[in-house]
Each structure stands twice: as structure tokens, then as C-alpha cells.
């Protein structure tokens, strides 16, 4: 005579037995394909007779099986294919080094009498621009300018490294932030401005390169517009 409840300790519903494989998972990263066909044939070989495995429960168990296989699959794939990736980015990334390039934020270096550029793209032209220099850390104003109206096109905006009150604003990092004239009021427009590539490093969260300009900053590719020499 067949003891039912001692048979019960070996037979497992699809969803119990998932329940112990992601609990082993776990615990020990992953049950290997010996591993899981071991228990699965222990699993048929005690199961009540009167009550075998069902052909659905098995086809689950068994395309359960298959998923975990794929999956390992996959993603040796996929690691694969990141770290192509990423020598691709840093190799292009470091041809960049030492280069000039335009990047959109309004980051320079500059202060003590040098001579600092930001270009702003007006297609519609502007009635004014309100422009002005702030520290990068404390965002604090250190000049301010206007220029009257200007037709469609690009506009420099030159600034002569000196503060508010016309003395040399000490060297260091800034900013330069503008607004143009627009149905009387003031509408804030990108800075374009030239800098040095200085180093380039790998960012794991976000998987690209970050490039370290002059001006402190930190950009992406995406941000270059254009490279110089």
C-alpha cells in the first residue's frame, strides 16, 4: 500500500518548485544545468504514481529550463556586445583628447585679463541681448553686458576677463549665460563655447563616456557639436 503523505514530501506543484529554485538561485547565483536536471529527475522518480506530474506542469518545468538557459545566453551576449561598446566610445574618446571642441552650457576658463568667447545662433534675430559671466561654483554675477538689435545669424559675446567694476576678475571657472529681447521679454537662448578636452573616462551607470573640459565641466559626446584642431 502506497503511503500517500510520505510520497506528499516529494511532490511539488509547478509554482513550489519555482518558489525553490529562485530561493537556491539566491543563495548559490545560479543552479547549474546538472544541478537542475538532477532535481528534476529526482522530482519524477518520487512522485506518487496516483498522482503523476502533469503534462502542463512538466512542459512548465521544462520551459522554465529552457528560459534560464537562454537567458545565460543572452547575456553573455549583451556583455559582450557592452564591452565592444565601450572600447569603441573610449577609443573615440581619447582621439579627442587635447583637441578643441564646441559644447553647448556656456563653460570657460578664463578671468585675470584673458580674453573669453561665447556664440549665441539667433535665426530670427533679436530687438537685445542681456548677457553675463557668473562664477560656475557659487553662481554668483561677475559681468554683465547688453548689445542692441541683431539680425538673424550668429553673435559673439566677448568677455575681457574683468569684473563688475572693471578690475581683473581673478582666473577660474565660469559661466556665460544670455537672454534675448523677445515680445518684451527676456527669453534665455544656449551659449556656444569652445574648450579643451582634457581626459575621458567610462561612466558604468549610464554605459558612455564622459569627457573633462576646460571650465570644469563634464559632457557627453552627444554635447560636442563640433571638434577643431
Do not use: H
Not at 518548485?17 to 528534476?40: H, I, P, V
Not at 512522485?47 to 537567458?71: R, Y
Not at 569684473?163 to 576678475?169: M, N, P, R, S
Not at 529681447?181 to 556656444?192: F, G, K, M, N, S
Amino acid at each position: 500500500m502506497i503511503n500517500n503523505t510520505d510520497n506528499q514530501n516529494y511532490i511539488r506543484t509547478t509554482e513550489q518548485f519555482k518558489e525553490q529554485q529562485m530561493k537556491e538561485n539566491s543563495e548559490k547565483d545560479a543552479l547549474g544545468r546538472d544541478a537542475f536536471l538532477t532535481l528534476f529527475t529526482t522530482q519524477l522518480k518520487n512522485q506518487n504514481p496516483l498522482d503523476p506530474m502533469g503534462n502542463e506542469a512538466f512542459v512548465a518545468q521544462l520551459a522554465q529550463f529552457s528560459q534560464v538557459e537562454g537567458i545565460k545566453g543572452m547575456q553573455g551576449s549583451i556583455e559582450e556586445l557592452v564591452s565592444t561598446v565601450k572600447a569603441e566610445q573610449m577609443f573615440a574618446g581619447s582621439n579627442l583628447v587635447g583637441k578643441r571642441v564646441a559644447i553647448t552650457g556656456g563653460l570657460i576658463s578664463g578671468g585675470d585679463g584673458t580674453q573669453s568667447e561665447g556664440i549665441v545662433d539667433l535665426p530670427g534675430g533679436a530687438k537685445g541681448i542681456a548677457w553675463a559671466v557668473y562664477d560656475q561654483v557659487t553662481d554668483t554675477p561677475i559681468f554683465r553686458s547688453t548689445l542692441g538689435p541683431q539680425a538673424p545669424g550668429k553673435v559673439s559675446l566677448v568677455w575681457n576677463g574683468t569684473d563688475l567694476k572693471g578690475d581683473q576678475a581673478p582666473k577660474g571657472n565660469y559661466v556665460i549665460k544670455a537672454n534675448i529681447v523677445e515680445d518684451d521679454r527676456l527669453q534665455a537662448i544656449p551659449v556656444t563655447t569652445f574648450v579643451d578636452v582634457k581626459s575621458v573616462s567610462w561612466r558604468p551607470d549610464t554605459q558612455q563616456i564622459e569627457l573633462e573640459v576646460d571650465g570644469g565641466g563634464v559632457v557627453t559626446m552627444e554635447e560636442i557639436g563640433k571638434i577643431t584642431n
